[in-house]
């Protein structure tokens, strides 16, 4: 196969920060997708209605002319958001979900929730009004194991909220693990989940066989082979259970190549690119357009796009870096070759 026409895709999870990096990383999504979800684990967060539209508003306004892309924004959902501003959501025609993370879980997340149980009438309120929460599964607990944080708290907690509130539609992030596929799939249909191109594409000798390489550092990290061949299942079955969630999560260079390096793969740059490789190796570019463009619009009840993209079996070096002046952002794969390439 030479070229690859699609649906154009959705982005059912994505960091665009704001300020200069948004302006520097916002036209790479606004090139490949029609939609994206749009992380609100900004400093200070977005927690409220009145704080969506002025984000979004700072989206619109950093898109190259001329570009159609829409930025589906969500909420930050923490102990003292009020069951009014879940209302003011649900009537919102531009805020598509509520995100949960729990406290110290991941960049950004010190505003998070501590007691889950805390926020029980909340969820009761998100389910009322069919509004999806989207939850990064993993425990904080500093004890955990690293690896394991993602199955213990599908254990527990993700177990736990699904029993209590059965009619509430549940994205669980950027699943990494076997446990959590099962999981997903054992579930209701109002259960769902998005996976990375760096959780498809990579195991854990990535970011450690040979020498710590910050750029594969990310939150749920990187696990070991068995589990990557779970995703890669998952992804390529037609399941309409998984969709595209690139958790592209931009850091300056400097910030990620330290003592104590940001978590996030910068992968926006090639998103859609990644993917259609990560699906070649396994055999299921046939499958790729149903995960990429047609299932994640399906579980947010919105309409499939109908415009769409063409992509080339042409292979081209990714650059070192993104951005000018005093913004440099190493990209997913910064100075090797992709081998699909946008026309």
């Known amino acids: 196969m030479k070229t690859l026409t699609l649906t154009k895709p959705d982005d059912w999870h994505i960091h665009v920060r704001n300020a200069a990096v948004l302006k520097t990383v916002l036209p790479h999504t606004a090139k490949q997708f029609g939609r994206a979800i749009i992380m609100p684990n900004l400093k200070p967060p977005v927690t409220t209605v009145a704080d969506a539209l002025n984000y979004r508003e700072e989206i619109l306004s950093a898109l190259p002319d001329e570009t159609q892309f829409e930025p589906l924004m969500t909420l930050y959902l923490t102990a003292q958001t009020e069951l009014s501003e879940i209302k ?94 099962e999981f997903v799939l054992s579930a209701g249909p109002n259960i769902a989940a998005t996976i990375t191109p760096q959780h498809l594409l990579y195991n854990r000798n990535a970011l450690l066989a040979g020498g710590i390489r910050p750029h594969y550092y990310c939150l749920p990290i990187i696990k070991r082979e068995s589990h990557r061949q779970s995703l890669i299942k998952a992804a390529t079955s037609g399941n309409p259970k998984f969709f595209l969630g690139t958790d592209s999560a931009p850091h300056l260079t400097h910030t990620k190549e330290n003592a104590c390096g940001c978590a996030g793969c910068f992968s926006a740059h090639a998103a859609i690119e990644l993917y259609a490789e990560a699906f070649e190796l396994a055999n299921a570019l046939d499958k790729l357009e149903g995960f990429a463009s047609f299932y994640g619009a399906d579980f947010y009840h919105l309409p499939r796009n109908t415009d769409t993209i063409t992509l080339e079996k042409t292979p081209w070096s990714v650059p070192l870096s993104y951005g000018e002046d005093e913004i440099h952002i190493t990209p997913l794969k910064a100075g090797e070759e992709i081998n699909w390439k946008i026309i």
């Open 88 to 181: 003011k959501a649900a009537e919102s025609e531009f805020v598509h979900a509520f995100k949960m993370y729990p406290a110290g879980a991941t960049t950004n997340s010190d505003a998070g929730v501590a007691n889950i149980c805390g926020i029980y009438p909340l969820l009761a309120e998100l389910e009322k009004y069919d509004i999806p929460l989207l939850i990064h599964g993993e425990v904080t607990d500093p004890l955990s194991d690293i690896f394991d944080r993602e199955h213990l708290f599908v254990k527990s907690t993700l177990t736990e909220i699904v029993d209590k509130f059965p009619n509430l539609r549940i994205v669980l992030e950027h699943v990494t693990t076997t446990e959590a596929v």
